[in-house]
């Protein structure tokens, strides 16, 4: 099983990105899977999570961000509209096989290598 996450790089702010997280070894469409992030010198924190149909973002890109996925692609996308600084970090998607928040790191079994995304003030 794998994930790999691409479409990261340096926008400014108020930029437009749009992360895709590609899956291959095995169909994902029945699990949820999740973005996560992580900026130098933090922990990785929840970003947004797609599963039974229902998506969840955290608070910081609520209204800014939107999780997808095409599940005849095995992908999972994550645009990121109105970028901010704040933004900065290595997002990475993930696959949850089994219960457990949505928000949690600890509750996803699968992991993408990340993509760095810098946004310049």
């Known amino acids: 099983v794998q994930l790999q996450a691409s479409g990261g790089g340096l926008v400014q702010t108020g930029d437009s990105l749009r992360l895709s997280c590609a899956a291959s070894?095995?169909?994902?469409?029945?699990?949820?899977m999740g973005w996560f992030r992580q900026a130098p010198g933090k922990e990785r924190e929840f970003v947004a999570a797609?599963?039974?149909?229902?998506?969840s973002y955290a608070d910081s890109v609520k209204g800014r961000f939107t999780i997808s996925r095409d599940n005849d692609k095995n992908t999972l996308y994550l645009q990121m509209n109105s970028l901010k600084p704040e933004d900065t970090a290595v997002y990475y998607c993930?696959?949850?096989?089994?219960?457990?928040?949505?928000?949690?790191?600890?509750?996803?079994?699968?992991w993408g290598q990340g993509t760095l995304v810098t946004v310049s003030s």
């Open positions: 993930a696959v949850k096989l089994r219960g457990g928040s949505y928000s949690s790191p600890s509750a996803y079994d699968y």
């Open positions: 070894g095995r169909a994902f469409s029945n699990f949820a």
């Open positions: 797609l599963g039974a149909g229902l998506s």
